[in-house]
């Protein structure tokens, strides 16, 4: 039998998620949006009718979930994956914050490859 738990988390208002604890792992999906103008390459992604969900690394660790459009591309979710030893020592804000400056990384690192 495996053990599961889903909770959801609050942080700073209105930004919420919801953490998974198995016996082994624990991952945290946290709402993030942003628009942005360049398109991460998809590792997973679903289309359905005009839209388009797409799975992308953004490092081994955290993964973005973003939806395309022909009118747009927009980030929608952070997942941070982690053993459950690191679960049990990490507050859902440090986990929030490691995934927003893993993000703002990515997208820079991103912009500076595409336009060396």
Do not use: H
Not at 34 to 48: H, L, T, Y
Not at 76 to 100: A, G, P, V
């Amino acid at each position: 039998m495996v053990y599961v738990l889903i909770e959801e988390f609050l942080l700073d208002g209105n930004q919420r998620g919801i953490k998974v604890l198995t016996d082994n792992e624990a991952f945290y999906s946290i709402d993030y949006y942003e628009k942005i103008d360049f398109e991460p390459e998809c590792i997973k992604k679903v289309s359905i009718n005009n839209l388009e969900l797409c799975y992308f690394n953004i490092n081994e660790r955290c993964k973005g979930l973003m939806v395309k459009s022909s009118d747009f591309i927009e980030i929608i979710s952070l997942r941070y994956f982690m053993d459950k030893e690191e679960y049990n020592k990490i507050s859902d804000k440090e986990i929030y914050t490691r995934c927003l400056e893993l993000i703002n990384n990515f997208k820079l690192n991103y912009k500076k490859e595409q336009n060396p």
